[in-house]
């Protein structure tokens, strides 16, 4: 009986400073709420959600982090194996554009992905739903910063007017199901063959 | 001899028993028995059913279930009578009580996705005073084609319906989230349920070694042997089923994960750590007998003389129907057991052994002491055999000092803590001795030993065994780069815990800039405490994180180069001296810049900034003839330092002036917060010394853009400037200078006038003198140099009419200025006299200045010129001016054709404001008399007078007779003492009546 095929669990990481919204777009993208209270997150928590990308149905796992840090008391086995992290600043909150750096240094030290240079990230701008004038870090800041980090994606949400939100996680989910087909490659790729050197050894020659 | 069959009742069979809560429930028949710990009976429930077939518990609900005659009833722990549930037509039931948490859970579902279900070690026996886990209980019921999954966790129960094509004949539940069926002895399957719902779920089949034979042979053979499918869970993710002959134990994906033989097909199967019982009833000619396994070599470890079907696992011994009657089968020896394994390095047998805690008599201090030992010895055999994930596992329950564990790697990791492996044993104790490295047993010895860790680990892949066939050197790559990931995950997982106890103890600032890892020895490193980093104190954090880092920074380097700069960039403890030469080497140099700044090495950065700029110019120069090179690494670097490196700054700048100053200046002159705070006289000063005009770009800068208003920097400007205008006489850049000089001399309020006047040279830059005279308050100085000096008659009127808020007479001033004035008058002189009188106070009357008098003279006529501009002034300006006094000043010569203009509007004006003052003096008188009606009104006052009221005066009752009203109060006194209390009251209100009137 062939080995049917095995549903892909998407983990994704969601990182950022203290009160920029990760906990509120997370929620707004699975349950489709918002809610204008603050509550700290404290340690972690997961939500799954099943969407389709390229025909493929896959299951994203997202975990959502604490971002003070008195709660982040987490182990490196939360970071690894994750597949895309996301990382969200306030874009009326210049500190929380500026620690970005060093939130996805952090990352990529507790994840030590197989490949950091083409890990995939993803940049969410949120709360764009307040006025212009109370607005800390222009877009185009934003886009130079990813353009420095290698292209990565960039999106100015809302997750209090739900706008973006959905194309954001979409391309969220896409990204990492390239990494997660990129780490499968990686965990089942055999040795290679040196033909040069032992091709005779190992396949032995005809000697007719 | 490693386990005993112990008679407990004699003459008793049965088919259900189960322990819980220090009593044995055991069905006998159509009853249930109780009986205490000591086999005595104490309680009996008799069911309606003929015979109970099996007995479980369900600890979340307290229910026990019961399965007889085909029914299973579910009936309350508390009381057997009241029954929850019933199910008829049964086949088999499984039952899990589990305390899995979600997170474990999401462990159990990586492990599946990964496909690599990691062998998880129970390091620490569970401890009976932790806080409870909420359990969740399970029970799978096989009915007629379908499988039913009910759940209870602490709030909720939940039931699931699987329907399948057949009837299985048995079933196990492994875990939460699977569930294995058996239909026949050959064909098992496995349903697979999501973490989050249960009513999501996969089945698979197992693929059994026996179904890639034809299936009619296997089908035969099932048959042949028997028909009744066996298995048993081994652990958490594992469970052991018979298929024919051959044992195997499967992962909870369904993938084998060892197996061997059995000599004929068993009748049942149980597992009890660290053994697994297999029952094979008689056979050829061999009488029927228990066979005992290892569960982890699943060597034979012993053979019990007796066939017995296996009834329940409790917490240490295995409760069996023997053909005596009911008996136990227990461990014993079991210190002995431990110490042969641990002999032939068989480490988790050991602990396993340890774990089950039977039939050893030692403390449990001593059996903690033992525990950590071979766990110790379990972790280095591990590391050696590849295994360094495993060990890893072991190294982080056991909190082991980071150093040592990092003296295990290769030398390029490791670096001077390195050890040999013959020396591992030494870093962990004396017991470590026992361990003995690979290379030093015999070679045949060593075969085994390889064997033994082999089959110890289900991890060695296949892809793996076959490499070690086919290239051995690509195996120890392999391996050796596996180990290096097992240690990165170590380390960054130590450095995160470090991090944390360092910030709760705020010891970090203090001390971990200090910790130089080369003033400690190798050996003081080793002998640090293993234990949580919550335990050690400042110095200690300080010296492993500096250890971790520093291990870490190496790994990166040899796996991971791509992480190394973001490990730099974070704040770390890696010591500089150490990584600074393998940097240098790969050629790493923004990293290391990182490096030297998150160390606040900032000197270092710029050097080597500044070598590496001026190399990449030395190179474009031999390469195109280029001589631009590239400041921008080196002006970021700078621009980031900030205030309290003004030092530094100042110190590393200079160079970078001499190689392209317009590019260089922005190290001063940046839209960035700690680039503003740089201290500003001080940098002016700077820029100065290099180039006077990069001073004055920078003033320019720090004034209008940033708006410094320190008054020595507006000081220090405005003197450059002069000396700037001073220098440029006589060149282009005259105009240009001296503009901006006068231009800075108008806008800044924050320079003291006084002392730059001085400065400037006595007949020169009349301009600036004039607008810091004014500032000086010296206004007719001012007007002077405007009017006369400069003769820019524009300016002196845009001057009086900015300084006449202050000075009413100014304009009466500028007409002096212009009618007195000739080209003898030498302004010095002027300069005395007028000084002397604008510091007192301007003068209201002009007629006592001596300008003035001076006028008066015919002789002194103003010329023609200055003639012209007093008329023009009249004439604009008609009602700033006193009529008389002007036409006292005005030269006889005068035409009243010239003054024409002014006389008229000035008449008109005068007419206006005697009008105007009559006006408002009728409006005065109105309102006088306005107030007066008012206060009459106001002193109108109606009075009462009765019987009881008395005269304030004479203090007699005022009776009929007349009276008199006093304001503003209303008191009331007689006609005739009206006089005498007006003067009182007059007195103590402080006035009189004349003054009223």
Redesign the interface.
């Known amino acids: 009986?062939p080995?049917?095929k095995?549903?892909v669990?998407l983990?994704v990481i969601i990182l950022g400073d203290s009160g920029v919204g990760k906990t509120s777009l997370m929620n707004q993208y699975v349950n489709k709420r918002f809610s204008n209270q603050y509550k700290a997150t404290i340690g972690a928590d997961?939500l799954?959600k099943e969407v389709v990308v390229d025909d493929r149905v896959v299951t994203i796992q997202l975990w959502d982090t604490a971002g003070q840090?008195r709660f982040?008391?987490l182990?490196?086995?939360f970071y690894?194996?994750a597949d895309c992290c996301v990382l969200v600043y306030d874009v009326n909150n210049a500190k929380s554009f500026e620690t970005l750096?060093?939130w996805?240094?952090?990352f990529?030290?507790?994840a030590?992905p197989q490949?950091?240079?083409n890990f995939p990230f993803v940049l969410l701008g949120n709360k764009i739903d307040t006025e212009d004038s109370k607005r800390a870090v222009s877009q185009k800041k934003a886009t130079n910063w990813c353009q420095s980090k290698g292209n990565i994606p960039y999106f100015e949400t809302s997750a209090k007017e739900a706008i973006n939100v959905e194309q954001a996680f979409q391309t969220i989910a896409r990204n990492a199901l390239v990494q997660e087909a990129e780490v499968e490659l990686y965990?089942n790729y055999?040795?290679?063959?040196?033909i040069d050197q032992?091709s005779s050894q190992?396949y032995g020659r005809c000697e007719c | 001899m490693a386990v005993e069959l112990k008679l407990k009742i004699n003459n008793t069979h049965t088919n259900g028993l189960v322990e819980h809560n220090q009593r044995i429930c055991l069905a006998s028949a159509s009853s249930i028995l109780s009986y205490s710990m000591d086999w005595t009976i104490l309680d009996s429930y008799k069911d309606t059913r003929k015979l109970l077939e099996s007995l479980e518990i369900l600890q979340q609900p307290q229910l026990m279930a019961i399965l007889g005659d085909s029914t299973l009833s579910l009936h309350k722990m508390a009381d057997l009578r009241d029954i929850n549930l019933s199910i008829k037509n049964v086949v088999a039931i499984s039952t899990l009580n589990s305390t899995h948490s979600s997170l474990s859970a999401?462990?159990a579902?990586?492990g599946r996705?990964?496909?690599?279900s990691k062998r998880r070690i129970r390091l620490r026996p569970i401890d009976p005073l932790e806080t409870p886990t909420p359990i969740q209980s399970l029970l799978a019921v096989v009915t007629k084609r379908k499988v039913s999954v009910y759940t209870w966790t602490q709030d909720t129960a939940q039931h699931t319906d699987i329907p399948l094509p057949n009837t299985p004949k048995l079933v196990k539940i492994l875990n939460p989230y699977t569930t294995f069926i058996a239909y026949s002895a050959s064909e098992y399957s496995l349903i697979q349920f999501d973490i989050?719902s249960q009513s999501v779920y996969?089945i698979?089949?197992v693929?059994l070694p026996s179904t890639n034979k034809s299936s009619l042979t296997a089908n035969l053979t099932g048959f042949l042997y028997r028909s009744k499918p066996l298995m048993t869970p081994l652990d958490s993710e594992h469970i052991i089923l018979v298929d024919g002959t051959q044992v195997l134990v499967i992962d909870q994906d369904g993938v084998i994960a060892k197996s061997t033989t059995i000599p004929a097909s068993a009748d049942d199967i149980a597992s009890a750590r660290p053994f697994i019982y297999i029952t094979i009833p008689p056979y050829s000619n061999e009488t029927g007998s228990t066979h005992v396994y290892s569960s982890y070599t699943l060597e034979l470890v012993q053979v019990l003389p007796v066939v017995c079907s296996f009834l329940h696992k409790s917490s240490s011994v295995l409760y069996v129907d023997a053909p005596d009657g009911v008996s136990t089968i227990e461990l014993v020896n079991t210190k002995l057991l431990i110490d042969s394994s641990v002999k032939q390095g068989k480490y988790d047998e050991a602990l396993a052994l340890l774990d089950s805690g039977s039939g050893i008599d030692i403390t449990q201090a001593e059996q903690a002491e033992l525990r950590l030992k071979i766990l110790q010895l379990y972790s280095i055999s591990l590391v050696d055999a590849g295994l360094v994930d495993d060990a890893i596992d072991i190294f982080i329950e056991l909190h082991t000092n980071p150093a040592k564990v990092i003296a295990l790697f290769p030398e390029n990791i490791s670096g001077r803590l390195y050890t040999p492996t013959h020396e591992w044993s030494i870093l962990f104790g004396d017991f470590a001795k026992l361990y003995k490295h690979v290379d030093e047993r015999g070679e045949s010895e060593c075969e085994d030993a390889i064997h033994n860790s082999a089959s110890m680990s289900s991890i060695k892949s296949d892809?793996d065994s076959?490499?070690v066939k086919?290239?051995g050197t690509?195996?120890t790559a392999?391996k050796e780069k596996s180990s290096i990931?097992a240690l990165?995950?170590y380390l960054?997982?130590r450095?995160?815990k470090l991090k944390?106890s360092m910030?709760q103890k705020k010891h970090s600032a203090c001390t971990s800039l200090n910790v130089k890892l080369t003033d400690l020895t190798k050996q003081q490193l080793l002998d640090l405490p293993s234990s949580p980093a919550e335990s050690l104190n400042g110095s200690e954090l300080a010296v492993l994180a500096a250890v971790v880092d520093t291990a870490?920074f190496k790994a990166y380097i040899e796996t991971?180069p791509?992480?190394v700069?973001?490990?730099c960039?974070?704040e770390n403890h890696c010591q500089p001296e150490e990584v600074e030469v393998s940097l240098l080497d790969r050629r790493k140099y923004s990293e290391l810049v990182s490096l030297y700044k998150s160390k606040n090495m900032h000197g270092k950065a710029l050097d080597l900034l500044k070598r590496l700029c001026l190399e990449s110019e030395s190179e474009n120069e031999n390469e195109n003839g280029n001589e631009e090179s590239d400041l921008e690494p080196c002006i970021a670097y700078t621009q980031q330092l900030g205030r309290e490196y003004i030092d530094l700054i100042l110190d590393k700048s200079r160079w970078m002036f001499d190689v392209n100053k317009d590019i260089a200046i922005q190290i001063f002159i940046a839209d960035d917060e700690r680039v503003e705070s740089l201290p500003r006289l001080r940098v002016a000063h700077y820029l100065h010394d290099i180039d006077s005009h990069l001073s004055l770009r920078y003033l320019k800068y720090a004034t209008e853009e940033i708006n410094d208003q320190d008054p020595a920097l507006h000081d220090y400007y405005a003197d450059a400037l002069l000396q700037a205008t001073l220098h440029s006489r006589n060149t282009p850049s005259f105009d240009s200078t001296y503009a901006s000089y006068v231009a800075f001399l108008s806008r800044s309020q924050q320079y003291a006038p006084k002392e730059r006047l001085r400065g400037i040279p006595a007949d020169a830059l009349l301009l600036a003198r004039a607008i810091l005279a004014d500032r000086l308050g010296r206004h007719d100085d001012a007007l002077r140099l405007y009017a006369l000096d400069l003769r820019d008659y524009d300016s002196a009127k845009k001057y009086c009419n900015h300084v006449e808020s202050k000075d009413r007479s100014i304009y009466t001033k500028l007409l002096k200025l212009y009618l007195r004035c000739d080209e003898r008058t030498a302004p010095a002189s002027y300069y005395k006299t007028s000084s002397a009188s604008a510091s007192v106070s301007p003068s209201p009357t002009p007629s006592r200045t001596p300008i003035s008098d001076d006028t008066s003279n015919p002789l002194n006529a103003p010329n023609a010129l200055y003639m012209k501009e007093a008329v023009l002034l009249l004439t604009a300006f008609p009602t700033k001016f006193n009529l008389s006094e002007v036409l006292n000043l005005i030269p006889s010569i005068t035409t009243v054709d010239e003054l024409n203009v002014f006389l008229l509007r000035s008449y008109k004006a005068i007419v206006g404001k005697q009008r105007w003052n009559s006006v408002t003096a009728n409006i005065r008188k109105a309102e006088d008399t306005r107030l007066a009606a008012k206060l009459v009104d106001l002193e109108s006052r109606y009075v009462v007078v009765d019987d009881n009221r008395v005269c304030p005066e004479c203090l007699k009752r005022l009776g009929n007779s007349v009276i008199s009203v006093h304001s503003p109060r209303g008191q009331v006194t007689h006609l005739g003492c009206k006089d005498r209390f007006s003067v009182k009251l007059q007195r103590t209100q402080g006035y009189t009546k004349q003054d009223t009137i």
Not at chain 1, 190 to 194: G, V
């Open positions: 009986m080995q049917p095995k549903t669990l983990k997961f799954t840090e982040q008391s182990g490196v086995a690894r194996g750096d060093s996805r240094d952090e990529l030290i507790q030590s490949d950091p240079v965990a055999p040795d290679p063959i040196r032992d190992s | 999401e462990a579902m990586q996705k990964r496909g690599t989050k996969s698979n089949d693929i892809t076959a490499s086919s290239n690509a195996r392999k990931e990165l995950r960054t997982d450095r995160q944390g910030s870490l991971r791509a992480l700069g973001s490990l960039r974070l």
